[in-house]
């Protein structure tokens, strides 16, 4: 079956491409390289040894992506286009709401059109906001802090909205705990083109010496060592959830909802620690205030996933940092080839 990836050059959607091909099918991409090279997809193509279909068009370009549609004639789409700064939905959210919703719209009449039924979307565990309780299940009140997240969530109320409105349609909506990591042949990986705004990409640099040393934000939290804890999880983990998420698409109708993240949070000192264990490089930081916004900890409870169609991470922590910097060695410069 032919699986059209929307964002499919971007972090995620490249480990899914790649997934999706592990699974015998065949994904097909599309993406405005907004924030994405067109080297990621030539990378795409060395390593399944065959050219990957890919389509420069913006989802929210209705007629294109009709075209693009009718001519691919797809039996699931992976939704995973979209802007994701949570800092820049602050400062220009009626450009998150336009191109994340009239995005999200527009696949779904495309699908419409040409009869596809199945959809898989990247939702964020963002859309729960602030814990009333740890860990976050799927039945956690959803409140987002952010425009961001709240793209997410009305994106999800959409996809129920379209879901209830016809016959026979599945739709899966995964919410993403935080990945990191990378392909294990460093040919695909995360490339932030601004100031980073994540962990990982902030450590790659220091341990690359283009910054001198991490801030650490707050060491104050009621965590275990002071520091903010995360549920990570490795990008090729989250990727073989979207293939399982597609199998459950296949044999099921209705929308299901599902964390994916590992269960297990680590503290920014864990993630230090194991990442200079990894890169044989010390990590210089810095503690610093709390940045406004960011809660004590967050991680999944992962068992639906686990139960429903038996997904289960099994890259751990150390795994995680060693193929993210295998991925910033061998490309210092991103995919500026
Ligand atoms: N990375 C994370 O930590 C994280 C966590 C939760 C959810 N998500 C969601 O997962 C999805 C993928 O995230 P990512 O980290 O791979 O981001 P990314 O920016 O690397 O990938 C998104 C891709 O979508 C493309 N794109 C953006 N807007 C588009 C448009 N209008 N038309 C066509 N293509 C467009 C970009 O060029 C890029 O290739 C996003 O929807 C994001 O909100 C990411």
Redesign the pocket.
């Known amino acids: 079956m032919k699986v059209i990836i929307?964002?499919?050059?971007?972090?995620?959607?490249?480990h899914v491409c790649l997934a999706v091909h592990r699974s015998g099918h065949t994904p097909v991409i599309?993406?405005?390289?907004?924030?994405?090279s067109p080297a990621?997809v030539r990378r795409l193509g060395e390593l399944i040894d065959d050219v990957v279909e890919c389509h420069n068009?913006?989802?929210?370009d209705a007629g294109m992506l009709n075209d693009v549609f009718a001519a691919v004639l797809p039996g699931a789409v992976i939704?995973?286009?979209?802007?994701?700064a949570v800092g820049e939905s602050f400062a220009d959210p009626l450009h998150y709401y336009e191109?994340?919703i009239l995005?999200a719209v527009n696949v779904l009449r495309a699908m419409d059109v040409v009869g596809t039924s199945r959809v898989i979307f990247?939702?964020?565990?963002?859309v729960y906001g602030d814990p009333e309780y740890l860990p976050y299940d799927e039945q956690h009140r959803l409140a987002p802090e952010n425009p961001?997240g709240r793209t997410?969530l009305f994106i999800e109320h959409l996809i129920h909205d379209w879901d209830k409105a016809g016959k026979n349609r599945s739709a899966v909506l995964l919410?993403?705990?935080?990945?990191i990591g990378a392909h294990p042949s460093g040919l695909i990986g995360?490339?932030p083109n601004d100031f980073p705004n994540?962990l990982m990409p902030y450590i790659l640099d220091v341990a690359a010496g283009k910054r001198p040393d991490l801030k650490v934000f707050g060491d104050d939290y009621q965590t275990p060592d002071g520091t903010g804890v995360r549920d990570y999880i490795h990008v090729e983990d989250l990727a073989d959830g979207h293939v399982a998420a597609l199998g459950y698409a296949v044999r099921h109708t209705g929308v299901g909802t599902f964390n994916l993240g590992t269960g297990r949070g680590y503290s920014v000192l864990e993630v230090i620690a194991a990442f200079e264990r990894a890169s044989n490089r010390q990590i210089p930081y810095e503690v610093v205030a709390r940045r406004a916004g960011d809660i004590a900890e967050f991680f999944a409870d992962a068992s639906k996933a686990s139960e429903t169609f038996g997904w289960s991470p099994n890259r751990d922590l150390d795994r995680m940092c060693a193929d993210a910097w295998n991925w910033r060695v061998k490309n210092p410069n991103g995919y500026s080839e």
Not at 79 to 84: M, Q, R, S, V
Request: net charge neutral; charged share 20%; glycine share 14%.
């Open positions: 929307t964002g499919g050059a971007g972090y995620i959607g490249s599309i993406d405005n390289f907004s924030n994405s990621c068009v913006d989802v929210c939704h995973c286009a979209g802007l994701k191109k994340n995005g990247s939702s964020s565990a963002t961001y997410k919410r993403y705990f935080n990945p995360e490339d994540n």
